[in-house]
């Protein structure tokens, strides 16, 4: 499969849009937290060089790559979840009694969960980061920063919805159950993260 981040846009929101498995829901969040991470940056390029931030040059200049490092993280595990998901999605077409869907299912279904919950951790250092850019950026971007916080958000829940989806479907329900508590405080941190920068940002 051809990596999504190499897809012009409308490719990619024709091929999401289309009736096919792959890319879904998790590869959606991934692009949605890479386009979160963009706008963050774009903050950070109206920020660095302006003589009234100086005292603030260093620490931008590393964000920056912080940025660019996990725009690249994000994209990379979209194409992941895309994987994962067309791997899980080929065993559940098989007979439920098929050694190829006994063999392969648990570990499959693990991958499936695992990926969407490393796009929850890459949205939720988003909005880490954003928290830190906010005192020290350009002031006159700070309503784009406060939109790169929500897209993190969003980042976050929407890939929580492939990990609870999954989890649901995991024999072990005590898994399940601690999942479900994890995807529930990791909800609660979004939010609340999202709103102390739409709150640092005068929004």
């Known amino acids: 499969m051809d990596s999504l ?7 990619f929101l024709d091929r999401l849009g289309s009736k096919e498995p792959v890319p879904g829901g998790g590869a959606a969040a991934g692009a949605t937290g890479a386009i979160g991470a963009a706008l963050a940056l774009m903050v950070v390029s109206y920020s660095i060089g302006r003589k009234n931030l100086a005292q603030h040059q260093e620490e931008l200049q590393s964000i920056e790559g912080d940025l660019r490092d996990l725009r690249a993280r ?3 595990l979209a194409d992941e979840d895309a ?7 080929a065993l559940w077409g098989l007979p439920k009694d098929d050694p190829k869907r006994i063999e392969g299912w648990n570990l499959a ?12 951790d890459a949205g939720a250092k988003l909005l880490d980061v954003c928290a830190q850019l906010a ?14 916080s929500a897209l993190g958000e969003a980042c976050v829940r929407a890939a929580g919805q492939n990990v609870r989806v999954n989890a649901l479907m995991l024999d072990d329900k005590d898994a399940t159950e601690r999942l479900m508590q994890d995807l529930a405080a990791r909800r609660a941190r979004a939010g609340g993260a999202r709103e102390a920068i739409e709150k640092a940002c005068g929004s």
């Open 5 to 11: 981040a190499d897809l012009t846009l409308d490719v």
């Open 74 to 76: 994000m994209m990379h």
């Open 83 to 89: 994987s994962a998901y067309a791997e899980l999605s």
């Open 109 to 120: 279904l693990d991958r499936a969960i695992a990926v969407p919950t490393g796009i929850m």
């Open 135 to 148: 005192p020290i950026c350009n002031k006159n971007l700070l309503s784009d920063l406060a939109g790169a």
